[in-house]
């Protein structure tokens, strides 16, 4: 009886430090996936806050039927890409959200824009400023 004991309380001893084993590691590596769903929050979200853009001058064209604005990225992020930003245009209290104008035909309801200075494309670089047209007739 003594060495079947020793036998068995050696093979429940491997036992609880296998499982012990198995589940630290579980539990290490969602840790580690939360500190990493963490840390992207936390830089997406100051990204978001040192992200500034500033309206420099607006007018209407009166032939095109379309708003021309100037802005500027004045934040300390790039923007990218400038076709996925939300565009609200209108008066103070009214403004309606804008889609892009994926398809090349500039109909009411969208708006686009032209780079004049940005070395790469469809990202609003820090300092750059753009014109954006946008379709309200």
Known sequence: MGFTSVVVEGI?????VVAASVFAAAFLTKMG???????????ASVA???TK???VY??????????VVYAKN?????????SKIDVYFGSLGKAVLYSYDFD?????GEWTYIEFTGKKADIWEIGETIEIKVYNS
């Not at 429940?12 to 609880?16: D, E, N, Q, R």
């Not at 004045?74 to 400038?82: A, D, F, L, R």
């Not at 090349?104 to 009411?108: H, K, L, Q, V, Y």
């Open 48 to 50: 978001r806050v040192k």
């Open 33 to 43: 996936e939360v500190k990493d769903a963490f840390v992207y929050s936390m830089k």
């Open 104 to 108: 090349g035909i500039f109909s009411p």
């Open 53 to 55: 853009i500033t309206v």
């Open 12 to 16: 429940l001893l491997i036992s609880a």
């Open 74 to 82: 004045v934040g300390q992020y790039e923007v990218s890409p400038i």
């Open 58 to 67: 607006a007018t209407y064209n009166d032939s095109g039927g379309f708003f």
